[in-house]
T-cell receptor, first 115, second 114 residues
């Protein structure tokens, strides 16, 4: 079965410094991988996704992630944090390819941004 | 274009009461989903509907039923609420249920069962 591990439950950064949110996945197939963001009391919004095209994926709001098969990682980065980036981030892996895609969610990383 | 909408936003129930959570999407998507979110556990799939007229169980279906009323609407029913069903419920939709499809989420319903 597919699984995803988010290595940090909380990450704290200062505004203007780089962001790194770590995610490792387990998959027997070529997975689809996603990062979603959830702002307080809001639904989830897609940041970016990897579906076996370019390994460096660019998303919204300056975020990007690199798929590294050898390390089974899909870490999320941003060069410079903004206060508005404070939210919870979920790494998500897709179940093996079949007629129905089942998403498996990580437990989330809460990003705190201080002035 | 409202995307995915859910009603109600908040609900308090007593144990044993029933209620229906409503979800609608205006993106002409074929597939719809119900998830629950509990602290420290990420989102877990309750039920899904790959296309209009079909529904299937997800990871945690016990205590729930669903109805795909039409292409736009997918409701979740709790027949006899239990405190263990206290959670935040999210509805989502996607164009198809195939691999790599993006799911679009509603704002959630916060449910407290006393």
């Amino acid at each position: 079965a597919q699984s995803v591990t988010q290595l940090d439950s909380h990450v704290s950064v200062s505004e203007g410094t780089p962001v790194l949110l770590r995610c490792n996945y387990s998959s027997s197939y070529s997975p689809s991988l996603f990062w979603y963001v959830q702002h307080p009391n809001k639904g989830l919004q897609l940041l970016l996704k990897y579906t076996s095209a370019a390994t460096l994926v660019k998303g919204i709001n300056g975020f990007e992630a690199e798929f590294k098969k050898s390390e089974t990682s899909f870490h999320l980065t941003k060069p410079s944090a903004h206060m508005s980036d404070a939210a919870e981030y979920f790494c998500v892996v897709s179940d093996p390819p079949r007629s129905f895609q089942k998403l498996v969610f990580g437990t989330g990383t809460r990003l705190l941004v201080s002035p | 274009n409202a995307g995915v909408t859910q009603t109600p936003k908040f609900q308090v129930l007593k144990t044993g009461q029933s209620m229906t959570l409503q979800c609608a999407q205006d993106m002409n998507h074929n597939s719809m989903y119900w998830y629950r979110q509990d602290p420290g556990m990420g989102l877990r799939l309750i039920y899904y509907s790959a296309s209009e007229g079909t529904t299937d169980k997800g990871e945690v279906p016990n205590g729930y039923n669903v109805s795909r009323l039409n292409k736009r609407e997918f409701s979740l029913r709790l027949e006899s609420a239990a405190p263990s069903q206290t959670s935040v419920y999210f509805c989502a939709s996607s164009e198809t249920a195939g691999a790599g499809e993006t799911q679009y989420f509603g704002p959630g319903t916060r449910l407290l069962v006393l």
